[in-house]
């Protein structure tokens, strides 16, 4: 509940605020590959054949922010390494992401397997930290991402659990998904979009692959002083979670951008929550206050 | 690229009612060890269903023949019974597969019990606490239908005369103190339970042997076929062999003393002060005997008896605590060289030497209400006044007969440094030996499947891998912390008997928690207080 009056915030800060902000589509579009390279100077690290070749089709692939992720693919499943954030945060945002999606499809949250018979698809998986989760709740899960060893990984982790082992992991992306026309109860993108190309294009693509009425959800990281100062100046240069660089703090979005993008793609956020992190006790939880990490559930429209 | 190649892999879930693995051909020639049960009588006498525990992922690539369980249990007494009872019982766990691995034929019976005859020594104090646990498992209803004896009221003195209480329930807005019952009806009780549900289960009647961490992928099948037969979705260029290995999610692996082996993804230590799971996952403990030892059994009054009783001897303190059926159980603590004696001696001189030792032996009757310290100074303890001291004292009734052999066991303290590594788990005795008699070791292990099965769910609440250690650190903290609020009881027994005098308002405290060990401990805290020994509960 507190989610939706801080919804109602979001929007009427929306309505007022002008719309000619700095991520206007056109001004992202701009900004594609050739800025991505100029701004982020990137370790040499080789970019894997596999996205050479699937950039013919338009794509919201930034293969800068692609070849981060590749050089430190490895590391997906070492609960200590540079993904120890995604990993501490996960039993929050999956809590979070099971009682929406519980009240969305009108399930039973207190059964073990709850999303049994949804087809959900996780938009730039990694090393499958949501996936799986999501295919031991019930769901049939589709995981998907532009790093090729990336799906490597999520494959052969998933392999020891019959419960994960039925994910289907491909590399792919988004936009090949729609020209294939799938279409799934729920599409989930989470800590993605701050890494695409086309964030515009990248939402349309995640409602089209939505079924009508169905779920898409966004998670990402607030441009705010306080995320400046928590995503990239404590994780990445001070606490060194992630590889400096991972991050730039003129990709993220703030919650009003997120609604608006997601309005343009027909789809209508409902909710809205941030996470936010106790350094004392070293838990994340689930809170109203949306200044870093936050996550937005959205319905497709009907029409 | 997104064909179904991967779909197929779904397993199908079988929904059985007591699934028992046959016996392995092996076992018959395995020499010993187990001890226990060597075989007599053939498979069909003790079991409903039969069906065997394979696996059906071989097409897979999975070892074949080899049971995959989300839980393996290892030891099936009072406490590993109660952790598989309260999955059972849970929405969120009841779809767990769970496998239990003991070679007690307790675990083979249908779980008929009757309910007279002489109550056997092996008590336990329960107190409310676990009863509610047991009522939300469904197990109590079990007890209820069996040997079992609420008490209301305990009796506290000394040999000196000058340390006194008298506890009564209704102090403290209770209706009862605790309940005796026989650590049998206690298991049979979760058993029975247990059976009642229908999640899926296996019994292994067998021992555990070693622990591995292994892929199930890693032997022979899957590293000797090609990649593409793994049903990964894309091609090549991934150097498969290394990198396979390394991302690899491990289960743990047990063989068993009957030769077959399983998989688990979390396997729980439950298997006794001896736990072999603990030796084989490595956690260090703390512990050491005390020069002291117990002696249990038996007996009978004329009357009922309906209280329980404790008084503290210059050799350690001596329980009387009531079972029904005008039967009583004696736990009296003395050193092994009396106990010797004790258990050797002739019943008419033990039930003499009982009787004194509860009366007048070894010191007078209190003779009155004496406190040796300001009241306000343990209030703390229970977070009540004091204020129960008003009863008279009163001699507990007399005994008439042993009625069970007489059961000698050296007593002694361990602690675990761990109770949680990456998809282990220990519980129960294996993880902590209190004192073997007290009845509080029982109810630290029932808090601990207790916490340890709300934790499993909570796990499942957000689809985690059970085995995660940062999910199983959550039941270490909170059962720790458990244990560090006993520390601090046993702080108060320090300041108690750093004066010497009526400890007994701890007593009381002490007594509600089922403690009845207080000379043991006092030894301890003092020699650590000499600094002869470390703090026994820290590492
Ligand atoms: C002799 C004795 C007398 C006691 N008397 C009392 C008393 O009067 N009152 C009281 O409150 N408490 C008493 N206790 C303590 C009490 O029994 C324990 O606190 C309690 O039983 C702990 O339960 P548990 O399930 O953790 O371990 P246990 O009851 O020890 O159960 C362990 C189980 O694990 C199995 N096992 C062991 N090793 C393996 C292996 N390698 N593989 C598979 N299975 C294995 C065993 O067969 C057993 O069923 C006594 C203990 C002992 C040893
Ligand atoms: C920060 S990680 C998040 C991983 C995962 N969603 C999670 O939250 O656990 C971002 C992932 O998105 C992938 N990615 C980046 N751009 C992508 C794109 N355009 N399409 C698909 N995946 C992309 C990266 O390879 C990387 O695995």
């Known amino acids: 509940m507190a989610s939706k009056t801080l919804l109602r915030r979001v929007l009427t800060t929306l309505s007022s605020s002008s719309i000619g902000n700095p991520k206007t589509p056109s001004a992202r579009r701009c900004s594609s590959l050739s800025a991505a390279s100029t701004e982020a100077p990137l370790p040499p690290s080789p970019i894997p054949p596999s996205i050479k070749s699937s950039t013919r089709v338009p794509s919201s692939l930034n293969e800068a922010e692609v070849a981060k992720f590749a050089a430190i693919a490895d590391t997906w499943w070492d609960f200590e390494g540079p993904f120890k954030p995604l990993h501490w945060m996960n039993p929050t945002r999956v809590s979070f992401i099971r009682s929406s999606l519980c009240r969305h499809f009108e399930r039973d949250p207190h059964c073990a397997r709850p999303f049994e018979g949804l087809k959900i698809v996780d938009v730039g998986c990694g090393g499958g930290i949501l996936s799986e989760p999501l295919a031991r709740m019930g769901a049939t899960v589709t995981g998907i991402d532009a790093v090729e060893k990336n799906i490597k990984i999520a494959s052969i982790h998933a392999e020891s659990d019959p419960l994960t082992s039925s994910i289907e992991y491909c590399c792919t992306t988004a936009e090949k998904l729609v020209e294939e026309q799938r279409k799934f109860d729920a599409v989930i993108a989470l800590e993605v979009i701050e890494h695409v190309a086309d964030p515009s294009g990248f939402c349309k693509s995640l409602s089209a692959l939505t079924v009508p009425n169905g779920a898409t959800v966004i998670s990402t990281i607030n441009r705010t002083m306080r995320s400046y100062a928590t995503a990239i100046v404590a994780a990445e240069y001070i606490l060194h979670w992630l590889p400096k660089g991972t991050h730039q703090w003129s990709s993220f979005f703030t919650p009003e951008e997120l609604v608006l993008i997601l309005q343009r793609a027909s789809v209508s956020v409902r909710e809205m929550a941030g996470f936010v992190y106790n350094p004392l006790t070293g838990e994340w939880s689930i809170s109203d206050d949306t200044s870093v990490n936050f996550i937005a559930v959205g319905v497709k429209d009907s029409h | ?539």
Request: proline share 5%; aromatic share 8%; hydrophobic share 35%.
């Open chain 2, 1 to 539: 690229m997104q064909s179904s190649m991967l779909l197929n892999r779904v397993f199908a879930r079988r929904i059985v009612a007591t699934t028992f693995r046959l016996f392995s051909p092996r076992r018959t020639l395995s020499n010993g060890g187990s001890g226990g049960f060597n075989g007599e009588g053939s498979v069909s006498d003790r079991v409903g269903t039969l069906e065997e525990a394979t696996d059906q992922r071989d097409k897979d690539g999975m070892t074949s023949n080899i049971g995959h369980y989300d839980v393996a249990i290892v030891g099936g007494g009072m406490v590993g019974m109660a952790l598989a009872c309260a999955l059972s019982s849970m929405p969120l766990t009841k779809n767990l597969t769970i496998a239990i691995i003991d070679s007690n034929p307790a675990l083979r019976s249908k779980g008929s019990f009757k309910q007279d005859g002489v109550p056997d020594p092996r008590v336990s104090t329960v107190t409310p606490a676990t009863i509610s646990f047991f009522q939300e498992i469904g197990a109590w209803k079990y007890v209820q239908q069996h040997r079992h004896a609420y008490f209301d009221k305990m009796q506290v003195w000394d040999h000196t005369g000058l340390g006194f209480t008298k506890y009564c329930a209704k102090d403290v807005d209770k209706d009862i103190l605790g309940c005796v019952v026989e650590n049998k009806v206690l298991h049979r009780s979760l058993f029975a339970s247990f059976q009642d549900t229908d999640i899926q289960k296996t019994i292994y009647p067998a021992r555990l042997t070693s622990m591995a961490f292994e892929s199930p992928y890693s032997s022979a099948v899957a590293d000797s076929q090609p990649p593409n037969e793994q049903g990964i979705s894309s091609g090549s260029a991934y150097p498969r062999d290394t990198s396979r290995k390394q991302h690899r999610e491990c289960l743990a692996k047990l063989d068993l003393d009957d030769g077959s082996c399983l998989f688990a993804k979390l396997v729980v230590g439950a298997d006794g002060a001896k736990s072999r799971v603990r030796e084989t996952a490595g956690p260090k403990t703390t512990g050491w005997s005390y020069p002291q030892s117990a002696i249990i059994c038996t007996v009978e009054h004329n009357i009922e008896n309906s209280c329980a009783w404790q008084r503290f001897l210059p050799s350690g303190p001596i329980a009387l605590l009531p079972m029904g059926d005008r039967y009583s159980n004696i736990v009296w603590t003395m050193s092994p060289k009396e106990s010797t004696d004790h258990k050797l001696m002739s019943e008419d001189d033990f039930v003499r030497a009982v009787n004194h030792a509860l009366d007048y032996g070894y010191g007078p009757h209190p003779q009155s209400t004496f406190l040796g310290l300001p009241s306000d100074r343990f209030t703390w303890i229970t977070g009540q006044g004091i204020s129960s001291v008003s009863e008279y004292f009163e001699v507990p009734p007399k005994v008439i007969k042993v009625a069970s052999e007489r059961m000698a066991f050296p007593l002694s303290l361990m602690h675990a440094h761990n109770y949680v590594s990456r998809r282990v788990v220990l519980m129960g005795d294996a993880a902590h030996t209190v004192h073997p008699l007290a009845g509080q070791g029982v109810n630290l292990g029932f808090g601990d499947a207790s916490s340890l099965s709300k934790v499993i769910a909570e796990g499942i609440m957000t689809g985690r891998d059970i085995g995660e250690l940062s999910l199983l650190k959550k039941y270490e903290k909170e059962r720790m912390t458990a244990n560090i609020t006993m520390m601090a009881l046993i702080d108060g027994f320090q300041k108690a008997f750093s004066v010497d005098v009526g400890p007994i308002n701890l007593l009381r405290a002490a007594a509600f928690h089922g403690a009845q060990y207080i000379k043991p401990l006092k030894r301890n805290i003092i020699s650590y207080a000499m600094g002869e020994q470390k703090w026994p509960l820290l590492s």
